[in-house]
C-alpha cells in the first residue's frame, strides 16, 4: 500500500522559515513526480509545488521565490523549505505522487505563520 507521512510542520512568526519532510513507502519512488499540497480552513486543497523524477520543479505563483522543493531517492524522501513565511501560508501540509492511482492522501503536518 503507497503511504506517505509528512514531518516538520509547526508555529513560526510572519519572516521565518520551516522545513517539511515527507516519507514515501510502497512505490518505486524514483520514477514518479512528487508534489506539496496545502489545505487552509474553510478552502479547498490547493497545489504548492512539484518536482519530476528528472528533478524538473513547479511552484505556485504565490510561493515562488520563498519554497523550494527537493527530493532524495535514495531515501524515499521528499522536502519543502519554506522561508519568507506569511500568514496565508498557514494551512495544513500534504505530500503525494499526482500521477499513481493507489496515491492515498496522509495526515498533513500543520504549519501555523502567526505572531
Known amino acids: 500500500q503507497v503511504q506517505f507521512v509528512e514531518s516538520g510542520g509547526g508555529l513560526v512568526q510572519p519572516g521565518g522559515s520551516l522545513s517539511l519532510s515527507c516519507a514515501a513507502s510502497g512505490m518505486i519512488f524514483r520514477i514518479y513526480t512528487m508534489g506539496w499540497y496545502r489545505q487552509a480552513p474553510g478552502n479547498q486543497r490547493e497545489f504548492v509545488a512539484s518536482?519530476?523524477?528528472?528533478?524538473?520543479?513547479n511552484y505556485a505563483e504565490s510561493v515562488k521565490g520563498r519554497f523550494t522543493i527537493s527530493r532524495d531517492n535514495a531515501k524515499n524522501m521528499v522536502y519543502l523549505q519554506m522561508n519568507s513565511l506569511k500568514s496565508e501560508d498557514t494551512a495544513v501540509y500534504y505530500c503525494n505522487a499526482p500521477l499513481l492511482k493507489a496515491s492515498t492522501w496522509g495526515q498533513g503536518t500543520q504549519v501555523t505563520v502567526s505572531s
Open positions: 518536482i519530476t523524477s528528472g528533478g524538473r520543479t
